[in-house]
């Protein structure tokens, strides 16, 4: 147990519709880190937190966004979803900033788009 | 930008057959290497880590040596079991440490008893 917790497990959703997932971080981890893992494009940084504030962005569409909370929980908002959207979500934290600091993933959540 | 590039799978073996996954990276200045794993169902867990040049990262009865001169990082290991099979992502860090891994695309290992 990486002690990440990611909710909800599976999500079924439409075109055009908005989803939430949800990530508590390890007890201690300021960082906060998503990302999604689909067949095709592998395993793609989406963006990073650290206590609270926006640390780094990667491939992270506009139609989605994200916040980390004061007690160190993060949402990922998804929103207008398209059929390629469909994939596996990850959160991993970690309990410095930096890529050196070990990541801690949670389980995913699989996001299909019908 | 830095990349990895990992062997295509799926790598099929036999139990107790010696494993090699190569992962080469380009990256700027001194980065980081590190494998992660990834069992069915589970998300990634840390397999090992190299810090700098001719570091050797091992753990499980895996290992990897941090080249430099071949921007290598290729995973070994001497006798796998059927309970290896999983995903395995190799990955980097810049060497400021301060951005999100960069991760390879994955080799699924299946091994067969």
């Known amino acids: 147990d990486s002690g990440v917790t990611q909710t909800p497990k599976h999500l079924i959703t439409a075109t055009g519709q908005r989803v939430t997932l949800r990530c508590s971080p390890r007890s201690g981890d300021l960082s906060v880190y998503w990302y999604q893992q689909s067949l095709d494009q592998g395993l793609q940084f989406l963006i990073q937190y650290y206590n609270g504030e926006e640390r780094a962005k990667g491939n992270i569409l506009e139609r989605f966004s994200a916040q980390q909370f004061p007690d160190l929980h993060s949402e990922l908002n998804l929103s207008s979803l398209e059929l390629g959207d469909s994939a596996l979500y990850f959160c991993a934290s970690s309990a410095l900033q930096g890529g050196n600091s070990p990541l801690h993933f949670g389980n995913g959540t699989r996001l299909t788009v019908t | 930008g830095n990349s990895v590039t990992q062997m295509e799978g799926p790598v099929t073996l036999s139990e107790e057959a010696f494993l090699t996954i190569n992962c080469t990276y380009t990256a700027t200045g001194y980065p980081s290497l590190f494998w992660y794993v990834q069992y069915p169902g589970e998300g990634l867990q840390l397999l090992l880590k190299a810090t700098k040049a001719d570091d050797k990262g091992s753990n499980k009865g895996f290992e990897a040596t941090y080249r430099k001169e071949t921007t290598s990082f290729h995973l070994e290991k001497g006798s796998v079991q059927v309970s290896d099979s999983a995903v395995y992502f190799c990955?980097?860090?810049?060497?400021?440490?301060?951005?999100?891994?960069?991760f390879g695309s994955g080799t699924r290992l299946q091994v067969q008893p």
């Open positions: 990955a980097l860090s810049e060497d400021t440490g301060r951005r999100a891994l960069t």
